[in-house]
């Protein structure tokens, strides 16, 4: 019975999240996700995306990310279950999705010279 009841109050401990704990647990993900930064993250990045081609610095990673549109929340998700990360056409479908889905990265908390300022897309333009 205890079992049961510590299922019943951590379902409805992750049912009753906060838009910010969400915001922190995204963020919190993609930090554990991406490490330091350092090369070997970014070429696994580029992979995990589906690039084959191997990355040889940073910079080249970052002009390959020009067109790339994911959700950050699913491309995590995507990642860790070992699934094939889903790649929408452009911009503006992203944008849709994440908007009906509320699947939104807090852009204040993108450190400097992370990806997230590649993928990111401008989600509320008008």
């Not at 300022?117 to 333009?125: C, E, G, V």
Request: net charge positive; hydrophobic share 35%; proline share 4%.
């Amino acid at each position: 019975m205890a079992k049961k009841k510590s299922k019943q109050a951590a379902a409805s401990a992750a049912s009753a999240e906060t838009p910010k704990s969400k915001k922190n647990k995204i963020v919190a993900d993609w930090e554990a996700y991406f490490g330091p930064g350092d090369l070997p993250d970014w070429q696994r990045l580029m992979a995990d995306l589906g690039f084959t081609e191997q990355f040889t610095s940073k910079t080249q990673c970052r002009k390959a990310l020009t067109n790339v549109w994911v959700n950050i929340r699913d491309f995590l998700d995507d990642t860790k279950a070992g699934r094939e990360v889903h790649r929408f056409d452009n911009e503006k479908q992203l944008s849709e999705y994440t908007i009906v889905k509320k699947k939104i990265y807090p852009k204040r908390s993108i450190r400097k010279g992370s990806p997230l300022r590649k993928l990111l897309a401008h989600i509320f333009r008008s």
